[in-house]
């Protein structure tokens, strides 16, 4: 698999999280109890970091070769 199809399936990845992340936040809305509501916060706050971190991989794979970039050209051999 090529760097930019790996960046297309995170894209298509994180666009599932991001749906999920609006469900969750609208049962939150919903939720009457209080122990509902902190539940599906601490649920919503791992949701972001996963949605976060998998925008961020994309980015990474999608400009990986750009020149002046963090690609492997520009590594300093050890």
């Given at each position: ?71 492997h050209e520009n590594r300093k051999a050890v």
């Amino acid at each position: 698999m090529q760097l930019h199809e790996m960046a297309r399936e995170y894209r298509s990845n994180t666009a599932l999280l991001e749906l999920r992340l609006k469900q969750l936040q609208a049962a939150r809305r919903r939720a009457k109890k209080n122990e509902v509501k902190y539940r599906l916060k601490r649920r919503i706050n791992c949701l972001q970091t996963l949605i976060n971190e998998s925008r961020k991989t994309a980015f990474v794979l999608e400009h990986y070769y750009d020149k002046g970039g963090n690609g492997h050209e520009n590594r300093k051999a050890v």
